[in-house]
């Protein structure tokens, strides 16, 4: 069954730190995405990438970083963590003209 | 740029009301976007609902439906008799056709609270 799972489904960490998001998919999926979630907003895409070592910037990359190792694996990393970057976050993966499939989020808090 | 717009949230119906969610899209650099509705159940991550490539062609699932219609620039989301399950966040979203980066513009997204 296609599936994208993220971890941790949930986070905190501090102004100042380092954290990765982890994003995995068993789909074949070229595509993959990183969008973040927030009250009064719908989502918006921060970084994509269709295939591994390949990454295109979305349309709010600033203070994030992202890498895709394998076909499977695409990480969102925040090396220097702001409370304006407490968001839900969502992956989503893609293979030709099908609509993305979403994984379950992960909540990340920055106090 | 791209934009769509959705009825304002929450919104509250008691089990077995009807339902519109409204979905208006602004597509000025898709001629013939491809339009779609997720949901979010809590706790989960999102589901499409349903999609439509088509105009004037439309969409359904779970009860819900929706018709693209390309002279009104809109896609709203229907169902005539809602379950409390139905309780959700919606999202209502346009992208490009073709197999090619498939951005997708999101709404806000639209609470539903249906009560018993």
């Known amino acids: 069954e296609a599936a994208v799972t993220q971890s941790p489904r949930n986070k905190v960490t501090v102004t100042g730190g380092n954290v990765t998001l982890s994003c995995r998919q068993t789909n074949s999926h070229n595509y993959m995405y990183w969008y973040r979630q927030d009250t009064g907003h719908g989502l918006r895409l921060i970084h994509y990438s269709y295939g591994a070592g390949n990454l295109q910037i979305g349309d709010v990359p600033d203070g994030y970083k992202a890498t895709r190792t394998t076909q499977e694996d695409f990480f969102l990393l925040l090396e220097l963590a702001s409370p304006s970057q407490t968001s839900l976050y969502f992956c989503?993966?893609?293979?030709?003209?099908?609509?993305?499939?979403f994984g379950e989020g992960t909540r990340l808090s920055v106090l | 740029g791209d934009s769509v717009t959705q009825t304002e949230g929450p919104v509250t119906v008691s089990e077995s009301e009807s339902l519109i969610i409204n979905c208006t899209y602004s597509?000025?650099?898709?001629?013939?976007?491809?339009l779609f509705w997720y949901v979010r159940y809590p706790g989960e991550g999102l589901q499409l609902l349903l999609k439509v490539i088509t105009a004037g062609q439309k969409g359904s699932s779970r009860g819900f439906e929706a018709t693209y219609n390309k002279e009104t620039t809109s896609f709203h989301l229907q169902k005539a008799s809602v379950q409390e399950s139905d309780s959700a966040v919606y999202y209502c979203?346009?992208?490009?056709?073709?197999?090619?980066?498939?951005?997708?513009?999101f709404g806000h997204g639209t609470i539903l609270r249906v009560h018993p």
């Open positions: 979203a346009l992208g490009p056709t073709g197999a090619n980066t498939g951005k997708l513009t």
């Open positions: 597509a000025t650099s898709i001629a013939y976007p491809n």
């Open positions: 989503a993966s893609r293979t030709g003209d099908q609509a993305p499939l």
